[in-house]
């Protein structure tokens, strides 16, 4: 497959993920009666990755995320010479996401797009954790998803599962840490959200959700290799 294909590929994954995922958070969550909750939005963010591991797992390996790309290169599945190209398109199909999101967000009266699903901390987290409970909570969430990225994608484990395995996994960071800054574990997610929030603080905090995460991809890719590696 050329690397055009693979990088249009992992452009509309990553579209998918933001559309998808933030998507549940800006239009459904929003409305109480429509019941989601935490519970609906962390299924939400799981769904788009699963369904997209099989759409596209066999033409892009579906990354959809900076710190998976830095993290399989890390663990040796991916070669470094591609990890900026797909960077980039990661970036740009989750900027298109939240600009259709946007515009059907803002599509009434007296709309108002708020925080926009944005990833923050101190008074911007969800639960009002401070900048190092979400430093830590970032870098061991995405740790853990490379972890589980590497373990069901490596050849020695059941085939055709993995898709399921990943996505539950995602389901459950959320799960765990949307109180803290509203779940990033993925800078291309990040980034796309705090271009639309309301007051650019979402913009002034996005280091975090670039540092953390890849930090945390890199560590996970390393810790699966130190207990995967045949002796």
């Given at each position: 497959?050329?690397?055009?294909?693979?990088l249009g590929a992992e452009c509309v994954g990553t579209f998918w993920l933001v559309l998808g995922g933030c998507g549940s958070a800006v239009l459904a969550a929003a409305f109480p009666e429509v019941g989601i909750g935490l519970h609906g939005v962390a299924l939400a963010f799981g769904l788009t990755v699963l369904t997209m591991a099989f759409a596209i797992g066999h033409i892009s390996g579906c990354h959809l995320n900076p710190a998976v790309?830095?993290?399989?290169?890390?663990?040796?599945?991916?070669?470094?010479?591609?990890?900026?190209?797909?960077?980039?398109?990661?970036?740009?199909?989750?900027?298109?996401?939240?600009?259709?999101?946007?515009?059907?967000?803002?599509?009434?009266?007296?709309?108002?797009?708020?925080?926009?699903?944005?990833?923050?901390?101190?008074?911007?987290?969800?639960?009002?954790?401070?900048?190092?409970?979400?430093?830590?909570?970032?870098?061991?969430?995405?740790?853990?998803?490379?972890?589980?990225?590497?373990?069901?994608?490596?050849?020695?484990?059941?085939?055709?599962?993995?898709?399921?395995?990943?996505?539950?996994?995602?389901?459950?960071?959320?799960?765990?840490?949307?109180?803290?800054?509203?779940?990033?574990?993925?800078?291309?997610?990040?980034?796309?959200?705090?271009?639309?929030?309301?007051?650019?603080?979402?913009?002034?905090?996005?280091?975090?959700?670039?540092?953390?995460?890849?930090?945390?991809?890199?560590?996970?890719?390393?810790?699966?290799?130190?207990?995967?590696?045949?002796?």
């Open positions: 497959m050329t690397l055009t294909k693979r790309t830095v993290g399989l290169t890390v663990g040796g599945r991916f070669p470094a010479s591609e990890v900026v190209p797909y960077i980039v398109a990661q970036v740009i199909g989750g900027i298109i996401a939240a600009a259709v999101l946007y515009l059907i967000a803002t599509g009434k009266a007296d709309a108002s797009v708020g925080g926009f699903a944005a990833n923050g901390y101190g008074e911007h987290s969800p639960g009002k954790y401070g900048l190092t409970a979400a430093l830590v909570c970032e870098v061991v969430m995405t740790a853990m998803f490379l972890f589980v990225i590497m373990g069901a994608t490596d050849a020695r484990a059941p085939a055709g599962f993995a898709p399921i395995a990943i996505g539950l996994c995602l389901t459950l960071i959320h799960l765990i840490s949307i109180p803290v800054t509203n779940t990033s574990v993925n800078p291309a997610r990040s980034t796309s959200q705090a271009l639309f929030a309301d007051g650019g603080w979402a913009l002034g905090q996005l280091w975090l959700f670039w540092v953390a995460p890849i930090i945390g991809g890199a560590i996970g890719a390393l810790l699966y290799k130190a207990v995967a590696s045949e002796d």
